[in-house]
């Protein structure tokens, strides 16, 4: 069974403090790995997707990386608009449903 | 561009009672999908359809079906809604493997 984990559930950093949001996933076969901004009240906005280990994209001050096992959500000196719930998501390769299957995200909070 | 557009954003239902949820999506995508999210649980894929006049079972499809009736729109029916069915509900579709594009959901309460 396609499995995709995050951790932690919630993080509160300072402005400026910078960290990292973990997805791990065990999937037979990875199509591609997705990262999503999720605001209270709103549907989830597309980020990021990566197709193969090694692969990093960046976007302001968020940035992707994917390894075999695992993808991190980097973000550097984050900003209070940072704050939102961040969703991974991975694609699989053949049989079975189309569609994603998503984490549980993980609630980040941003303080002044 | 709307994206993708839901409609109602809120609902109350009593149990039994039956709704449709629709939604239609105006970037040209091929594939539509229907996804609940409930606290604790994350995303979870009702329905989808890969192409117009085709659709398939995802994880949690009991208690529900769906229409695409045209390329444009996908609705999700409740024939008879329960208590269980309380949840936020998100419609979403995409072309190939670029990301999915989320409409802003509805959140349906069954009494």
């Known amino acids: 069974e396609d499995q995709v984990t995050q951790s932690p559930e919630a993080l509160r950093l300072q402005e400026g403090e910078s960290s990292s949001l973990n997805c791990s996933y065990t999937?037979?076969?990875?199509?591609?790995l997705f990262w999503y901004r999720q605001d209270p009240g709103k549907g989830p906005e597309f980020l990021f997707t990566?197709?193969?280990a090694g692969e990093e994209k960046e976007k302001e001050r968020l940035k992707a990386t994917l390894t075999k096992k695992e993808s991190f959500l980097h973000i550097t000196a984050p900003k209070p608009e940072d704050s939102a719930t961040y969703l991974c998501a991975v694609q699989v390769s053949g049989g079975g449903a189309d569609g994603l299957t998503f984490g549980k995200g993980t609630h980040l909070i941003i303080q002044p | 561009n709307a994206g993708v557009t839901q409609t109602p954003k809120f609902q109350v239902l009593k149990t039994g009672q039956s709704m449709t949820l629709q939604c239609a999506q105006d970037?040209?995508?091929?594939?539509m999908y229907w996804y609940r999210q409930d606290p604790g649980m994350g995303l979870r894929l009702i329905y989808y359809?890969?192409?117009?006049?085709?659709?398939d079972k995802g994880e949690v499809p009991n208690g529900y079906n769906v229409s695409r009736l045209n390329k444009r729109e996908f609705s999700l029916r409740l024939e008879s809604a329960a208590p269980s069915q309380t949840s936020v509900y998100f419609c979403a579709s995409s072309a190939s493997d670029y990301g999915y594009t989320f409409g802003s959901g509805t959140r349906l309460t069954v009494v």
């Open positions: 999937v037979s076969g990875l199509r591609g």
């Open positions: 990566l197709y193969s």
């Open positions: 970037m040209n995508h091929n594939s």
């Open positions: 359809s890969a192409s117009e006049g085709t659709t």
